[in-house]
Structures are given as C-alpha cells and as structure tokens.
C-alpha cells in the first residue's frame, strides 16, 4: 500500500501534468499583413475589448484601425520601433492620461495583455496603413414614410 508521501507526490506530479495539458493551447500569433480573421483570433482570449471599440475600418467608440494607421502613418515611417512601442503603451495603459487624439474617447487599460501582444498588436495596425483592406460600410439609409403611413 502507497504511503501517503509518495500520494501526495504522485497527486502532485498529476496535476502539475494535466494542468501543463488544459493550458497548453495552440500558439496563436499576429504578424503584419494578417488579416482580420487572424486578428480576431490573437486577441479573442487576451484583449477582447478591443472589438468592443475598434473596427478595422469604422469608427465604434474609438477610431477604425485604418485610421490610427493613417494618423501614426508618417510617425512610423521616421521611427518604427517608437511608434509601436508608444501604440503598444496606450493597449496596456490606456489613455486616461494623454490629451485626446481620436475625438476625446478614454481608452481603457488592458491589463490582460503583455508587453509583446501589445506590440505584434501595434505592428498589426500599423500594417495597415490607412488604407481600405475590408469593404467600407455603407451608412444604413433613413426610412421614409411612404404616402399611406404618412398622418393626415
């Protein structure tokens, strides 16, 4: 009959086993020029409060990605590595601080993500460059009342 030593240390070696087993997930990465689908993917368990805000190309609470693009455009083109680093700053602290840039909408800090999601994130957006890589979205047109429903 085991001890309960050798119990305790076969429980433990088991669990430290299966736990290595339930959080071993497939890697997922994000590299510029991937596209949305992929994009979706990376950030779907880290920082889901980014599609909460953000579209590829329409404005939600916060500005498209095409148009931080277009904004850090220029920026990135003289100091690449700086601008991600900045970008990757305001994903992991938000902007509370900063004066606004994007129409005065307070980004929140993302605390579930790490210093590198943050920056394959910014390089992802950078990536983008301002320009359409998705169908622009039409604007819904208004309903007009027809000559029967209009009130006499």
């Given at each position: 009959?085991p001890t309960l030593k050798a119990l305790c240390?076969?429980?433990?070696?088991?669990?430290?086993?299966?736990?290595?087993?339930?959080?071993?997930?497939?890697?997922?990465?994000?590299?510029?020029?991937?596209?949305?689908?992929?994009?979706?993917?990376?950030?779907?368990?880290?920082?889901?409060?980014?599609?909460?805000?953000?579209?590829?190309?329409?404005?939600?609470?916060?500005?498209?990605?095409?148009?931080?693009?277009?904004?850090r455009k220029e920026e990135a083109a003289k100091?690449?590595?700086?601008?991600?680093?900045?970008?990757?700053?305001?994903?992991?602290?938000?902007?509370?601080?900063?004066?606004?840039?994007?129409?005065?909408?307070?980004?929140?800090?993302?605390?579930?993500?790490?210093?590198?999601?943050?920056?394959?994130?910014?390089?992802?957006?950078?990536?983008?460059?301002?320009?359409?890589?998705?169908?622009?979205?039409?604007?819904?047109?208004?309903?007009?009342?027809?000559?029967?429903?209009?009130?006499?």
């Amino acid at each position: 009959m085991p001890t309960l030593k050798a119990l305790c240390i076969g429980l433990a070696t088991a669990g430290t086993l299966f736990a290595g087993i339930a959080f071993a997930e497939e890697a997922i990465d994000l590299k510029p020029g991937d596209d949305w689908a992929a994009f979706e993917k990376f950030t779907e368990k880290k920082v889901p409060p980014c599609k909460t805000c953000h579209q590829i190309d329409k404005k939600l609470v916060g500005p498209s990605y095409q148009e931080v693009a277009a904004k850090r455009k220029e920026e990135a083109a003289k100091d690449k590595d700086g601008t991600v680093k900045m970008l990757a700053e305001k994903i992991m602290k938000g902007n509370a601080s900063s004066p606004p840039v994007y129409g005065g909408a307070i980004m929140t800090p993302n605390t579930m993500v790490t210093e590198e999601e943050a920056k394959k994130i910014a390089e992802w957006v950078l990536a983008l460059g301002g320009e359409a890589k998705a169908e622009e979205a039409k604007p819904a047109e208004e309903a007009k009342p027809t000559e029967e429903a209009k009130p006499e």
